[in-house]
């Protein structure tokens, strides 16, 4: 699932998203003056961690003489062609994610996939379609954002489980209850795959959210014990939730990744979104993202504030 | 469509713990549960109160303020908050508040507008009480009872679908799950068994409405047309 699920659960209303869009766009006349804005242009989409990935990117560019804006818009398959176009100049993205994208985009939807567990090799498979499209994904963060596969602490303690393998033994005695998404007993990255790549055995499936509150709220009740969220998700720090371990490399690598159009990019521009993905990790996205879902924080002062602390950009008052 | 008859002609959606009886029994264990339940809270308070005919500021404003009353809110709220949880039982609850205002509104005007002059000429007979309520009231509230039953019901038997959102059954995992894979076919296929449900419902409760009224208040009708 990961960012795929979450990305093709909203298919069907994709579609009208696009078309509603695309009619704002023309609308307004903003197809030909780039989004009706000066300086680079940032686009995101509409959930939390993109938002919160704009408004660091945006702080960086700033901080190294370019000005930017952040315009907030649906899906990637409404900013990835404004990208194309040069409407947009940067956008954070998804490492597997966008180089599958890009993958059915150029190769046709069946083309076999070319996104991996291996960071490298997703690089490598990614970049020449990207460049294919007058785009360049510049350096991948530690950070993803993937399925992971939770538990309670007192369940991982109970029963010694830190890896899925682990709990792929200990399922063949207790069949296992996951909650996800409705799609996940079909998705491969989610229950086929754990029953592949893990051999673990289920004993029910509950149809929930994808990664979301009541998946969460389904694991504190102990209604299910094995519940689908995402790694970065600020659910798993504030519940201290055990993610169980991928050993196994079931998830493919969906590390953060700033995305530009190659007319716009200029090597002060390269150098500022690398050195954020420098130093952003996963434990960075997921006490991130609990600022702004948790406790309601305000996506640019938790950026500015992360900023300051890793020392990409001054601290306050200097 | 060709998809859709393949569907329901398929075995293999016609067993099993995802199979049509199942999800069917399920969207009907729901519904009987939420409206026996609510059926005894409100159908005893709005007799109560039409026969003291008191409180119809509480029955119809009930009534009205538990109709705007969001069903898929109460839902989340029930399935978040521990001591209920995600499962069929968040649904229950939230069905049971949401079959509420027609019944009470319904069994409070049916008791309290039975016509005066019947009521004078049960009293002239010695009737007072529980036997004025037993043998005047309720037979004469029957119908609008039974119509606030049969218009709950019909609603709690198509929103029961909601279970499916909070990890509970019935009919709706179709659709929630059709949405989900992107598979139309099982989405509307669910949405057809959902619909052709409440329209059964409201057939066979239509039936029983007019079993269960009086046969007096009938030739009352009658009478009326008659000269009408």
Known sequence: MTRRTSRSKTRAIRSAATAFFAVLIAGFGLSACGFGSSGTLIGTTNFTESRILGQIYSLALDNAGIETTVKELTTSEIVIPALEKNQLQVMPNYLATFTEYLNLNINGPQAPALASSSVEKTLAAGQPLAQEKGLTILTPAAAQDQNAFAVTPEFAKKNNLATLSQLGVWSQSNPVNLGAGPDCPTRPFCQPGLEETYNIKFNSFTALDTGGPLTVQALLQNKINLGLVFSSSGFIAAYDLVVLDDDKNLQAADNVIPVVNNEASTPQMVAALNGVSAKLTTQDLQELNAKVDLQRQDPLDVARDWLQSEGLIPPPNS | ?228
């Not at chain 2, 809270?41 to 009353?69: D, E, T």
């Not at chain 2, 198509?158 to 959102?165: D, I, N, Q, Y």
């Open chain 2, 1 to 228: 469509m060709m998809a859709l008859w393949d569907w329901f002609t398929d075995p293999a959606n016609w067993t099993g713990s995802n199979g049509i009886p199942v999800r069917f029994a399920q969207q009907m264990g729901i519904t009987l549960i939420a409206m026996a339940i609510a059926m005894v809270i409100a159908l005893p308070l709005g007799v109560y109160l039409g026969h003291k005919g008191k409180g119809g500021f509480l029955a119809i404003n009930v009534g009205n303020v538990g109709r705007a009353v969001p069903t898929f809110g109460l839902l989340m709220i029930f399935a978040a908050w521990a001591p209920i949880g995600v499962g069929n039982l968040a649904a229950i609850i939230a069905l049971i508040i949401f079959a509420i205002p027609p019944l009470l509104t319904n069994a409070y005007i049916g008791v309290r507008d039975v016509d005066e002059e019947v009521r004078g000429a049960a009293r002239g007979m010695g009737f007072s009480g529980l036997l004025m309520l037993r043998k005047v009231e309720l037979p004469n509230a029957v119908p609008l009872i039974a119509a606030g039953i049969r218009t709950s019901t019909v609603q709690v038997v198509a929103t029961a679908s909601l279970a499916a959102l909070v990890g509970g059954g019935g009919l709706g995992v179709y659709v929630v799950e059709g949405f989900a894979i992107q598979d139309d076919t099982l989405l509307i296929a669910g949405a057809i068994l959902t619909a052709v449900l409440a329209i059964s419902v409201d057939l066979v409760l239509a039936l029983i409405q007019r079993r269960v009224t009086p046969r007096g208040l009938t030739l009352e009708q009658a009478a009326i047309e008659e000269m009408a």
